[in-house]
C-alpha cells in the first residue's frame, strides 16, 4: 500500500531552526509537496521537489532523496507565525495527490 | 499565483436538506478538480477527482448518490452533499489543477459544514 509518514507533533523555539521529516511508499513519483495548515484555514503550497537535492525558497527548505523515500522541510529563524500542522503529500504515478498526516508544530516563545 | 475560491465559507443546515457547495478557479482554467474533506485534527482525505465535462472518480468508501460532484466548465466544480446528516459536518475543501502546470494544486479556502 502506499504511506507518508510524518511526526504527529513537534515543539521549538522561536529564532530557531526546526526540521520535519517525512518518509514515503508510494506507487511511482511524480514530485513531493510540502504544504502549511493553519487551524482552521486550508492548506498553502509551500514547496515541491521532483529531483534530488535541496530547494531555497527564503527561511524555508525542503530536500528530497529519492532513492531513500525520505524528505524533510527545514524552518530558519522560527517566528510564532510559523506554528502550523505542515503536510507532507506525494503525486504518484496518476498524478494524485497522497497525504500524510501532518505535523503540528508548536513554536514557543 | 492562481487563486481558487470556495462558497459558502461556511453553512450550518438541517438534518435531511442538502447543501451545495460552489469551487472556483478565478484566474487559471482547471481541468481537473479535487474534493477533500477533513475532520478536526485529521489529515486531509480525497473524496473525489473531478475532470471537466466528465463523471468524477470517487475514493473507496465515498457514496457517490449521497456526494454529488459537476464539473460543468474549466472554472467551476460543485459538490452536493445530500440529505446531509450531522456526521456529514465537516470541513470541505476544494483545489484545482492548472492545465499548464500540472503538479501543483492550489486550494480553496474550505468550506465549513455544520448539520444540526
Known amino acids: 500500500g502506499q504511506n507518508i509518514d510524518q511526526p504527529t507533533e513537534m515543539t521549538a523555539t522561536e529564532g530557531a531552526i526546526v526540521q520535519i521529516n517525512c518518509t514515503y511508499q508510494t506507487s511511482g513519483f511524480n514530485g513531493l509537496f510540502w504544504y502549511q495548515q493553519h487551524a482552521g484555514e486550508a492548506p498553502t503550497f509551500l514547496s515541491y521537489?521532483?529531483l534530488d537535492g535541496l530547494e531555497e525558497k527564503g527561511r524555508f527548505s525542503s530536500f528530497l532523496s529519492r532513492s531513500k523515500g525520505y524528505s524533510y522541510l527545514l524552518l530558519k529563524e522560527l517566528q510564532m507565525k510559523d506554528s502550523a500542522s505542515y503536510l507532507c503529500a506525494v503525486m504518484d504515478s496518476n498524478y494524485q495527490l497522497i497525504w500524510g498526516a501532518g505535523t503540528k508544530l508548536i513554536i514557543k516563545p | 499565483g492562481a487563486v481558487v475560491s470556495q462558497h459558502p465559507s461556511w453553512v450550518i443546515c438541517k438534518s435531511g436538506t442538502s447543501v451545495k457547495i460552489e469551487c472556483r478557479s478565478l484566474?487559471?482554467?482547471?481541468?481537473?478538480m479535487f474534493w477533500y474533506r477533513q475532520f478536526p485534527k485529521q489529515s486531509l482525505m480525497l473524496m473525489a477527482t473531478?475532470?471537466?465535462?466528465?463523471?468524477?472518480?470517487?475514493e473507496q468508501g465515498v457514496e457517490k448518490d449521497k456526494f454529488l460532484i459537476n464539473h460543468a466548465s474549466l472554472t467551476l466544480s460543485t459538490l452536493t452533499v445530500t440529505s446531509a446528516h450531522p456526521e456529514d459536518s465537516s470541513f470541505y475543501i476544494c483545489?484545482?489543477?492548472?492545465?499548464?502546470?500540472?503538479?501543483?494544486?492550489?486550494f480553496g479556502p474550505g468550506t465549513r459544514l455544520t448539520v444540526l
Open positions: 483545489s484545482a489543477r492548472d492545465v499548464r502546470e500540472v503538479p501543483e494544486q492550489f
Open positions: 484566474d487559471f482554467q482547471a481541468t481537473t
Open positions: 473531478s475532470n471537466e465535462g466528465s463523471k468524477a472518480t470517487y
Open positions: 521537489n521532483v
